[in-house]
């Protein structure tokens, strides 16, 4: 089946660690994003990528990075430097970076510092 | 200004009860527009797009007002399953990116 997969799903973490966030697609998309949704908040855009070895900052890249070495693969690392990393993230593609393609979902990794 | 602005209910409504939701957006110059529907805890998924002369999808209507730069969701015949959180998304012309702007979501309870 064709779709987008993040892993894990829960995410417990101690203050100070990195982690990384897995989101995989195999429906062939150019564009990837990374989104965070904290309760009562819209979805806010942390990285995107429009093709292979190219990413972008978002409205709240500080305290993340990402890497896009291989067109079916985007994962987020959160480092210590957030400051408030206890969230949902959610990981996005599309099958180009144009204003009017339509974005799909991963399932989301809901991250918990400890 | 937020870029998209939703009243976030909660909206409790019946079965079979009609409701609609709006969603006011501030750049005029916007393109785009979505629907999306987000169950609790899961993903956002599309629930449709809308078009500038309003469109329909059973139940359901989109219409867009650029005039006032607000878009409205319309569910007829609620049922039990329509009880989600519903994000009005927004694409603003002039970006080469297709980033979205989302709504801080609505939330609708349908009760039997």
């Known amino acids: 089946d064709g779709g987008i997969t993040q892993s894990p799903k829960y995410l417990f973490r101690k203050e100070g660690q990195n982690v990384t966030l897995s989101c995989e697609q195999n429906?062939?998309?150019?564009?990837m994003y990374w989104y965070r949704q904290d309760p009562g908040q819209g979805l806010r855009l942390i990285y995107y990528?429009?093709?292979?070895?190219?990413?972008q900052k978002g409205d709240i890249a500080e305290g993340y990075s990402v890497s896009r070495e291989k067109k079916e693969s985007f994962p987020l690392t959160v480092t210590s430097a957030q400051k408030n990393p206890t969230a949902f993230y959610l990981c996005?593609?599309?099958?180009?970076?144009?204003?009017?393609?339509?974005?799909?979902f991963g399932p989301g990794t809901r991250l918990t510092v400890l | 200004r937020k870029e998209v602005e939703q009243d976030p209910g909660p909206f409790n409504v019946p079965e079979g009860a009609t409701v609609a939701f709006n969603c006011t957006y501030s750049?005029?110059?916007?393109?785009?527009f979505f629907w999306y529907r987000q169950d609790c805890r899961k993903e956002p998924k599309l629930l449709m797009s809308?078009?500038?002369s309003g469109n329909e999808d059973g139940r359901f209507t989109a219409q867009l007002n650029r005039a006032s730069q607000y878009i409205s969701l319309l569910i007829r015949d609620s049922k039990l399953s329509d009880s989600a959180t519903y994000l009005c998304?927004?694409?603003?012309?002039?970006?080469?990116?297709?980033?979205?702007?989302f709504g801080r979501g609505t939330q609708l309870t349908v009760w039997p």
């Open positions: 996005a593609s599309s099958m180009s970076s144009g204003r009017t393609d339509t974005q799909y």
């Open positions: 429906l062939n998309h150019d564009a």
């Open positions: 990528s429009q093709i292979v070895n190219d990413f």
């Open positions: 750049n005029s110059a916007s393109q785009s």
């Open positions: 809308v078009y500038s």
């Open positions: 998304v927004v694409i603003a012309r002039g970006s080469t990116l297709g980033r979205l702007y």
